[in-house]
């Protein structure tokens, strides 16, 4: 399969990395509108994780400044997108309508309706188009996933997530609702998104907490479900405390397991420390704890998988799974849900 990778900032890079790794895969073309970029010069791209950029060799890469020069490109039969969220929409249906397959990193578009249209050009078009949601490929979300779907613990009956930052300072158009959409899209949607794989569309969303540039801050949610008593409970958004860059987790109640745990990165005087607050741990029937080791925890791993899918999706019809358009869309629905329940909050 052959890959045009738009977007060579950190997310590009994290994908052109990752498809070094996968066979039958391979980047044909990249696209950028900044020369240097174009020609290989990636040192100054940086990331919270995974390896600094460096100077590439991009030998036998197409490199285009316009879009649509890399949709018309006959050498690709997959347009990566990697290009800032309010950009998603027009790129994926541009592409599709050109005869591409889509991959589109999260969020899926900045509304659902924007959703929809993608969604139409994927069938008008008869071409795949997934969404780059890559929580699900995480080992310790993974674990959860399969714990829940193999139903050997019996029924999931509730569960808690957690995912905060420190205030982004340093990234631009974060507040606007017509670029990034702040916390709620930027960061929740990852929550948002596994809620709606592992517990179904929620029946009824309850949030309370504070608004930024008319954008959710910080809040707290309450997510009904149609099966009776299933809740989940969401702490999401920014608190202005630089001393913990950023913390998530979950704590899932299984009929007869829970599922825990909680990662976070805090900042000393002697630099950033990252590590496990809560290890993957299983409250077990018998009444024993147990810790789950499930490897190094390398995000850049998680990414390979997470492209390993898709390559066997497009490439061989196999199922989507995690990055299915219509999960994607559905959380952006359950983020504007929680939206409007805070907003309506405030305005009481």
């Not at 738009?6 to 994290?14: N, S, T």
């Not at 970029?37 to 100054?44: E, K, M, Q, Y």
């Not at 959703?115 to 699900?136: F, K, W, Y």
């Not at 997510?223 to 987790?249: C, D, I, S, Y």
Request: aromatic fraction near 8%.
């Amino acid at each position: 399969m052959r890959i045009g990778v738009a977007g060579i900032g950190f997310m590009g890079m994290v994908h052109y990395l990752s498809y070094q790794g996968i066979e039958g895969a391979e980047v044909a073309a990249i696209c950028d509108p900044n020369p240097r970029r174009r020609a290989g010069d990636w040192t100054g791209i940086k990331g919270n994780f995974g390896p600094a950029g460096e100077q590439m060799d991009l030998t036998g890469v197409a490199a285009f400044e316009s879009l649509d020069d890399l949709i018309t490109c006959p050498e690709v039969d997959l347009v990566d997108l990697c290009l800032p969220p309010s950009l998603h929409a027009d790129a994926a249906v541009a592409a599709l309508e050109g005869g591409k397959h889509v991959f589109c990193e999260k969020p899926m578009a900045m509304t659902a309706a924007e959703c929809d249209r993608m969604l139409a050009a994927a069938e008008a078009n008869d071409r795949r188009l997934l969404i780059g949601h890559v929580l699900p490929f995480f080992p310790e979300y993974a674990w959860a996933l399969e714990a829940i779907e193999s139903g050997r613990h019996g029924r999931v009956v509730g569960g808690s997530f957690r995912r905060v930052i420190s205030d982004p300072a340093w990234l631009q158009h974060y507040w606007d609702a017509a670029k990034v959409g702040g916390p709620m899209l930027d960061l929740h949607i990852h929550d948002a998104h596994f809620i709606r794989k592992a517990f179904g569309m929620p029946t009824g969303v309850t949030a309370r907490g504070s608004l930024r540039e008319g954008l959710a801050e910080h809040w707290h949610s309450l997510l009904e479900f149609a099966q009776p008593g299933l809740t989940t409970h969401v702490e999401g958004g920014v608190l202005n405390q630089a001393g913990r860059p950023f913390l998530h987790g979950f704590e899932i109640q299984l009929e007869r397991a829970t599922l825990m745990f909680e990662f976070a990165v805090t900042t000393t005087a002697d630099g950033d420390q990252a590590g496990y607050t809560c290890p993957p741990t299983i409250l077990e029937e018998s009444g024993v704890a147990t810790r789950i080791e499930l490897g190094d925890g390398d995000p850049m791993h998680a990414f390979r998988r997470e492209l390993q899918r898709v390559v066997e999706a497009v490439g061989q019809g196999a199922d989507a799974g995690p990055l299915a358009c219509e999960l994607a869309r559905d959380a952006i629905v359950i983020c504007d849900l929680q939206s409007a329940s805070l907003r309506a909050s405030l305005q009481q």
